[in-house]
């Protein structure tokens, strides 16, 4: 016999489907509706010409610049400093481990103004590349340092996970038969990690792309030097609201097609495990 005043199972599951229901879609929406906002403030006509406005451009072409060089530069530095840290043991390095997470937790412009700090005309190191007339803060060089600074660990972590969880037996295979370290690294591991490194990757270009604070502080807002798409934005909703709306929306679109490379990339990655 059911106990009095007991719900009937087929009104409890009914009441558990609507909950979840009203859970997931309170969420999609809460998440989903700014995005469509910003693309309902402006109509296509209005968007495509500010397409065509010199401060958009301008913004658009140094963003996508600067990161490229900033993604390039971290993946030719972190792959094999990723490698050598997971192969390697050595005094202090959850120390290391902690400092490459660092910038994932401190804010962005606290990051702009520790470069400032060391890099700026008066900074511990840039006071002496001012003396041979050498200036970084508030040039584009700036914007691509913070760059690297704030987002290298997303391809850092990738990096390192993928690194500590290849089976070293491929590569002990290869070594016994005559492979040199370099090699067994460029013909074995780096190709069976490559679709994760791949994600990682595109991941460390969206924030790259994105970043504002650190670049602010240490690079300034200077038109067609310093100034990129997020910095744009800045300006462009105080001066001129089209223009912000624009350039938010381009790069809602490039993030959105980062997040499809990297379920894609990850799905090739699962498919070939």
Same mark, same amino acid.
């Given at each position: 016999m059911k106990p009095s005043g007991s719900? !009937?199972?087929? &009104?409890?599951?009914?009441?558990? &489907?609507?909950a979840a229901g009203f859970l997931i879609l309170s969420v999609t929406l809460y998440l989903a509706l700014?995005?469509?906002?910003? *693309?309902?403030?402006?109509?296509?006509?209005?968007?495509?010409?500010?397409?065509?406005?010199p401060q958009v451009t301008s913004a658009l072409w140094l963003s996508l610049f600067t990161a490229v060089i900033s993604l390039g530069v971290v993946i030719l530095v972190g792959t094999p400093f990723a490698y050598v840290h997971t192969r390697c043991s050595y005094p202090g390095k959850v120390l290391v481990d902690t400092l490459i997470d660092l910038p994932l937790v401190l804010p962005p412009a606290v990051a702009g103004v520790a470069l400032l700090v060391l890099y700026g005309r008066a900074g511990l190191v840039g006071r002496y590349f001012n003396m041979l007339g050498i200036s970084i803060a508030f040039t584009?060089?700036?914007?691509? $340092?913070?760059?690297?600074?704030v987002a290298s660990p997303f391809y850092l972590r990738q990096a390192k996970s993928l690194f500590e969880? *290849?089976?070293?037996? &491929?590569?002990? %295979?290869?070594?016994?038969?005559?492979?040199? !370290?370099?090699?067994?690294?460029?013909?074995? %591991?780096?190709?069976?990690t490559a679709?994760?490194?791949?994600?990682?990757?595109? $991941?460390? *270009?969206?924030?790259?792309?994105?970043? *504002?604070?650190?670049?602010? $502080?240490?690079?300034?807002?200077? !038109?067609?030097?310093t100034q990129t798409m997020p910095l744009a934005v800045y300006v462009g909703m105080e001066s001129n609201l089209s223009s912000g709306v624009t350039i938010s929306i381009l790069l809602v679109i490039i993030s959105f097609g980062i997040m499809i490379a990297v379920r894609l990339l990850a799905s090739k990655k699962v498919q070939h495990a």
């Open positions: 719900i !009937p199972e087929r &009104y409890r599951r009914t009441i558990t &489907y609507i700014p995005i469509a906002a910003l *693309f309902l403030r402006i109509t296509p006509d209005l968007f495509f010409a500010s397409l065509s406005d584009t060089l700036a914007v691509i $340092m913070a760059q690297i600074f969880q *290849f089976d070293p037996a &491929y590569e002990q %295979t290869a070594r016994t038969l005559g492979a040199s !370290p370099l090699r067994t690294f460029l013909a074995i %591991t780096l190709p069976l679709g994760g490194l791949g994600s990682g990757a595109v $991941m460390t *270009f969206g924030r790259a792309l994105g970043e *504002f604070g650190a670049t602010i $502080m240490f690079a300034g807002n200077l !038109p067609g030097v």
